[in-house]
């Protein structure tokens, strides 16, 4: 049975813009780019990172423990304003701790913050 953490969860999610400007008036739209997940793990446990997209999950990769990584988030995962999860397993845990949902759309950067309290 799988243990899923979501009240009290401390995983902190922010986005910024990965590009700010406007195409310039020739009415051309500017390329989204690259949709990543910026995850900051403060805990001395690595952990896999997940994203979930209504039934879908699919992992993203693995973030070492005291660092900061970065990791893209596959368009197929992305389009328009998508709402979406992340999830994460810390090694040699049962805990498998769920974001809150956030809306993302393509070309954004979202960051999430792995606490050290996560066991």
């Known amino acids: 049975m799988r243990t899923s953490i979501r009240a009290g969860l401390v ?3 922010t986005l910024t813009m990965a590009s700010c400007g406007r195409a310039a ?4 739209p500017e390329p989204t780019g690259e949709t ?19 039934s879908q999950r699919q992992r993203l990769g693995t973030a ?4 900061s990584t970065r990791l893209r988030i596959p ?5 328009g ?3 979406l999860r992340f999830e994460i397993h810390p090694l040699a845990s049962r805990a498998t701790p769920i974001s809150s949902e956030i809306t993302v759309s ?3 950067e979202v ?7 996560i066991r």
């Not at 070492?64 to 660092?67: R, V």
């Not at 960051?111 to 309290?117: A, D, G, H, N």
């Open 25 to 28: 008036e020739s009415g051309t």
């Open 11 to 13: 995983m902190a999610i």
């Open 36 to 54: 990543t997940l910026i995850v900051e793990n403060e805990s001395t446990l690595q952990v896999t990172v997940y994203v979930l997209r209504n």
């Open 111 to 117: 960051r999430l913050r792995v606490p050290s309290t």
């Open 81 to 83: 304003p998508t709402p």
């Open 106 to 108: 393509p070309g954004q």
């Open 75 to 79: 368009s197929n995962m992305v389009f």
């Open 64 to 67: 070492e423990s005291l660092s």
